[in-house]
């Protein structure tokens, strides 16, 4: 289904080369004040042809809010918005239209509905996530009222990565073209990427995403347990391959006695030592930073040929035609912050019944 | 929320020392033999005390059907089931009444509801995974009528891991204390895990499952990704922490020329030359196998003494008494498949309504 | 929240007076060849203004379907749609601000969510019902395809109400004001709405519902009954206070040995001699004519000043301006049709899971 | 679906003549002192066996709760909770395993899943009720906490009908065999069931519901207005057949200057003067008393010979053996006071996210 979330909701429509894309958020609380221009900011970090590393496109992807927010604020009825597909250029797809483009989603789109919308991806293309990012604004809107912050950042981007021995400074992350807080590995990455697109090649990331101010109680045991939430979230994304909690992976080689998480009464104050556990334990936020990394895979969109088959399974090319991000990481660590902002703001939501003396 | 699924669902209930573990699972479709020793044989392969290595507790975890199952064949309503505690040695938790063990749930508990039953984990105990291999092998016996098969195994146990070198057999999963396929690296992890064993330490592992015969169509785009859905199976398990679809992680140093899935005619089959996209391309299955990985973090309870707070703050030692799993790996193996079972049936019956002309 | 249905689930927003009124349709299946002209259709059937009977609007309610339609067929992605608002007199409704006028919802939004949009209604207004006939009848469409049909008309305005020994004329329901299937009838119901206009007052209604077509077996038992469904979904119109499912509220009065539906063999298909069930039995369709009526309370906007209140407790007068409908009831046909149709569509679709020999 | 709630969500399990009823009441906030003694209180009322209007069977109907309570008090994990089928006489409906009851759920059973468990009515026999008490026992000592009430009485069996001129002892319901709070009405009820029993036949009835202490703004707009989700509730009661908010169906033959709701300020409280609209206003509560009513068919099961067919087409007889009720009436109360309960506290839970201040 097209929805995320329990009582925060998005539902989202919208293909690549329809008329437009967009959403409504619903069980947003009355009374929040909505900074819309925030909302386009953010949008923008999201656009394509923010740099000369990520699509040339120019899409100005203007969002129209058309209900749910009154004289500034929310009247705790659904928010419908839209945001137009300016930029039709239908015709650059008409020979893929029976081809199936390699580690693309048009074959499992044909084996799931008997048809498709080939243009620029249809419905599995990355504008699909503007109206993740429209929500994701208001979630962190109304969780910065309640001291909760969100900021992620590139951690990896092919053999580049942060380690342990790199200082971060988060105040850089919007002014370098990969987004990554360290300058030099920041300037790494983007000259990998540029020879990655002389190549006509695209490259894998990783997304680091810290989740600030968090107290202890959010999340549903079980099932709905933050971690799982987040997981869910983060693997919706387009080309999200890979989900970690805290020390994530890196736990199977440890043992238990050098990742347990200390509990220490910090100030009166409930903490704990190390935060291995990346700040979910049993499912449920500790209070620590929330730490989660998720791995993206290189763009399928080559710009170079790409032998593959028709729906006949007849031979074919894939020539695809030159506006393609070569690495998803600028762009997707707005959409990384917007999914941990609809996870977290849904589970404050969520555990305002937690407790019969709470409401 | 305790409910996982959409139209095939289970809701579970059930603390580690109340009455009973339990569950419902509804949208099972009618029709269905159920072959109840299969399930039991599957709650026997989760069950501690199998062997040294698993935790040395009696539990004799049978289940019984109470509905839904008539003349041994489901009738499209509702199956309820519990399985008894039988085992109540509640006196030996009283020292944790206050107490927050690092790394546990104990405390979120706490901040979340206010309070909890401290006998055991409660309801963060690992015998709530109970009804998920009761709903997952009602679930798997209704994959297999339509071809579906799923295997897990233990991939590595601290830093034995298996690798593209090793020989995978499959036949030797269930004869092998850690449910490693390969026999070398099955003795290694063994080894591995009594060495822990003695120290009072644990260690954590990952698990790798795969699911044959999907066909391409499950799955549904956008928030319901077969993807997603799996990951937040996956990561609802007790002390999971990392997920991965396909080459996962490894594709963030990768180039997309490398781990493009060509399609190739097979036959007249739609088949991909490569996997690396783990069988789901744009959260759809693509007809591939499925292949997944899911990181677990080292049990947390050790047989040392650990230094924490209580919770008015002040210092404290848990002192565990004696019986706990080492790793969770041989455990978490029928546990991670009765997961994705779950899953994607769960996907298939979802998918019977993709298509107008399908009914 | 401001989703309705399972599978086939329409999620709708919008203000009267905002920007637009619109709604996402998921769970269409694809393959569904949409007749937009029909669709449109039913909202103008909807439309205010359709005679001097109703309100004197002249709103043209033209929707655009925005995505999951690719050349006129369904891809199995959601359908966004919106209906623009094209007449703002907002300044008409500054004097209702802080007034709560009686019968309406303008106080139970306020103590709710602490503020309202007044103009119009806000989300309240009758508007609102335009996402439902748009869904509606998209479901209608997909209904047809399998043999199910729909019809709605008015069988009472305040004292006329069709009794047996009327004869009914479905083709000249859309032919007459109030949409009564019976010419004189409908003359003494246009009458009375005429004369009730004239004293500034409007006048209650029911409207009468038949789905014909409907194989036996739709309909989840216990919570998910067919009949509650539906309940539902007639309640949640503006305005409906009662409801009834074949001889509903006159059971009540009733031998079981004079309302049991006796079985019967119908040329080697199974039937029942009489209908008092109205086509549903333990909330599952059985095959006959669903039947089921829906009570609608007279308008609450008077065409003449009523005493109330304001928000901060003091008296005052509300006094409307022109142009609002002394009855529902023509424009309540469509919306009743809309409602059943999603219903019914969305019961289609979850029973397609309802054997495991079906898929 | 066997679920019913967003946040207090009941599902539940169970066939007349299984092992065991019973179901899981996810969603209780924690902190909640639980009277286990009054939830079997309410049992007890819905209890087949308490007088000889009702059916002659024994049934102990004890409940077992299996978790989610620790210590007396909810501690926010699922409440699973048991009762067992201690009365099987199975081989009493062998004769009925083949055949098709008249107005009863055989038939459609088998149209929907291709069989079914006949004894008893297997999933549609009203011993299903005895989850929704449980759970409905549970809502209101929750509700009981924020000063909500619920009383529900039998306003009508056949003929007999509470008129405005009866006067109403809330403190009689229980004393009486039908239920009524009016003793000659009552009286009246009683004889004319004994009437309808000593012909072997059964008779229809209403249930009236008041819900008092509600606040204003419970309810969701739209499609989860209150009124919506009570109509739901009570439809999918076995039985029921109509449903009214308010004035209900004597709506339609009113003008709306006689059924206006005049706001007034009673003691600087929001008031109104009349309450033709039961307490909802545009799907949300005002703040005035709830009031509702519930029709039921006569039950259908008749203690004389009644002329259907089987599976196979061929004419059959009906030979009921003799333990069933003639009227639902006494029976059905405290099932409409569960239903009601239940929505309400839902809503009550839901309504804590309307206002970003709120939490």
């Not at 049993?282 to 399928?300: E, L, W, Y």
């Amino acid at each position: 289904m097209n929805t995320i979330g329990n009582i925060f909701r998005l539902t989202s429509f919208g293909e690549s080369h329809g008329s437009a894309i967009g959403g409504i958020i619903d069980g947003v609380p009355a009374g929040l004040r909505i900074d819309i221009d925030d909302v386009q900011r953010q949008l923008d970090r999201r656009r394509p042809g923010q740099s000369d590393l990520t699509t040339s496109r120019d899409e100005s992807d203007k969002v129209e809010f058309l209900s749910g927010i009154f004289e500034g604020v929310t009247i705790g009825t659904p928010i419908g918005f839209i945001v137009k597909n300016s930029n039709h250029r239908s015709a650059d797809y008409d020979s893929l239209r029976d081809i199936y483009r390699p580690s693309h989603a048009d074959y499992v789109y044909d084996a799931k509905y008997g048809r498709r919308d080939h243009r620029g991806g249809g419905r599995s293309s990355a504008r699909e996530t503007i109206s993740r990012v429209v929500a994701g604004a208001i979630a962190r809107q109304a969780l910065s009222t309640i001291g909760i912050s969100i900021k992620a950042y590139t951690s990896q981007v092919g053999n580049i990565r942060l380690d342990n021995a790199d200082s971060l400074d988060f105040d850089i992350i919007d002014s370098n073209k990969v987004r990554c807080p360290n300058k030099t590995k920041a300037d790494a990455m983007e000259r990998l990427i540029e020879d990655v697109k002389k190549d006509g090649d695209t490259v894998g990331c990783v997304i680091d995403c810290i989740v600030e101010g968090c107290p202890a109680g959010f999340g549903e045991p079980v099932f709905g347990k933050l971690s799982a939430e987040l997981a869910s979230a983060m693997m919706s994304i387009n080309a999200a391959k890979g989900f970690e909690i805290g020390d994530g992976f890196d736990f199977a080689d440890k043992k238990g006695s050098e990742v347990a998480d200390e509990f220490v009464n910090l100030n009166g104050k409930i903490a704990t030592k190390s935060n291995h556990s990346g700040g979910i334990q049993g499912g449920i936020s500790n209070g620590q930073p929330i730490t989660m990394r998720v791995a993206f895979k290189p763009i399928a969109t080559l710009l170079r040929p790409q032998p593959t088959i028709d729906k006949h399974g007849n031979p074919s090319v894939v020539n695809p035609k030159g506006r393609h991000d070569p690495c998803v990481a600028a762009r997707a660590v707005p959409i990384v912050e917007a999914m941990a902002a609809i996870v977290i703001f849904d589970a404050y939501l969520r555990n305002l019944s937690s407790r019969i003396d709470r409401g």
